[in-house]
């Protein structure tokens, strides 16, 4: 046993949350660089716009592929080292992208070698993030810690149109995703040498946090009489019960409902900034700043869907806390982006539209906090699961959205977009939050 040497009340597990929003922006910032550098980097390599987007859909499949083994590999090996070797490899291919020589005969196949390894290297963030929550954050904290992890997405987007123009215009494009790869290679390291697997092996948690902790990781509802102590369940299966997700209803439920967030929210990702330039007839200049908009609604949409989620979940419940804000955050997504596309004036739709990429960000945490809260010492694999509907949603938009463009119009993307937000926000009406995947028994073990 770890001997826990400091008797004062720390927060240590508020510090590693910190680091985890560091690390969700650089995992954002890495892969929202192509769509910044897209113009570039297309007349580099004489890509046309569906090679382009096929660059995104490459790195969203092997991102989605790859987040179930992602979840199970954190469930099995803890979130310490298999996020730091994922971060580590993603720093890797975010170099290897910009270092494909343009006179070769077809560099599209090693770029798009290159995205979809670097997919399979992002997939490992949420999955041991989330393991993570559930190892070391009380479930009344969960909506807040989800939060500010992902309030990291908003964060380091919206740093991306700046900073990566800035770069490109005084260093050129490929500098840029040096510049990202460095950045990812220094924050794992740092993940590394700081985090623990659970708070018992930190040497730094004190005795009062590590209660805290313990009597606040109650995932199912108590059992009459068990006065077992969470954290002493000791004795659980690491066996993954595929039978009981793949069966379970609210897994279904929730990952159908990030099928459609993802759609939505890859929309922003990999088409907003060319959308402004191209299609609203924005400037490099203005572009880049009114493409910063959705982001950082995203960003402040995370933190204050994480505390109202947990605000509504200590005073009224879980149903509410979790699956109202989500329902409410994604119907107002909906209603933002069918709004947003018809608005003939670009700045005004530029932040209505932002405001759409905000609400959607209220539900964020909501997904995550009840995966954690349904998966329990599984949570890694349940959430790795859902994760894969959001990446599919977000690979199926990168090809599809530019194609409903060239046929239907930008609007009709954008409507596309809002009824699948509209799907998203009524699947959270059939979920019901006290349903673990695998029941606690009445001795205090996982059945």
Partial sequence: MTVHLPQNPTRIRWLLIGWLFVLSA?????????????????????????????????????????????????????????????????????????????????????????????????????????????????????????????????????????????????????????????????????????????????????????????????????????????????????????????????????????????????????????????????NLKSSAFYATLPFLAMAVGCAAGGVVADFLTKRVGRRAGRCGVAAVGLGLTGLFLASGSIVDNAPLASVILAGGAGALYLSQSSFWAISADIGGPFSGSVSGFMNMGAQVGGAVTASLTPFIAAHFGWTTSFLVAAALAFLGSAAWFFVDPDRPLVPETADGLVG
């Fill in 26 to 282: 650089v995992a954002f910032l890495d892969r929202v660089n192509l769509s910044i550098a897209g113009t570039r980097l297309a007349a580099d390599y004489h890509l046309s716009d569906v090679q382009f987007g096929l660059l995104s859909t490459v790195f969203l499949l092997g991102y989605a592929l790859f987040q179930t083994p992602a979840g199970w590999l954190a469930d099995r090996l803890g979130p310490r080292r298999v996020l730091a070797g994922g971060v580590m490899w993603w720093g890797v291919f975010t170099a290897f992208t910009a270092a494909v020589p343009t006179g070769l005969r077809n560099p599209l196949l090693l770029l798009l070698l290159a995205r979809f390894l670097l997919g399979l290297g992002e997939a490992v963030m949420y999955p041991c993030s989330n393991q993570f929550v559930a190892r070391w954050i009380p479930t009344q904290e969960r909506g807040l810690a989800n939060g500010l992890i992902f309030a990291g997405v908003g964060v380091g987007s919206a740093a991306s149109p700046s900073l990566i123009t800035y770069i490109m215009i005084h260093h050129g494009w490929r500098t840029s995703f040096w510049v990202c790869a460095l950045l990812g290679l220094v924050a794992g390291l740092i993940w590394f040498l700081a985090s623990r697997d659970s708070p018992e092996q930190h040497p730094l948690v004190s005795a009062s946090e590590l209660t805290a902790i313990h009597s606040g990781l109650v995932i199912a509802k108590q059992v009459p009489g068990n006065t077992t102590r969470p954290s002493a369940q000791k004795r659980i299966s690491t066996q993954v019960p595929w039978s009981h997700i793949l069966k379970h209803r609210e897994v279904w439920l929730i990952t159908l409902s990030y099928f459609g967030y993802g759609y939505v929210a890859w929309i922003f990702f990999a088409w907003f900034f060319i959308y402004l330039a191209r299609v609203r007839g924005m």
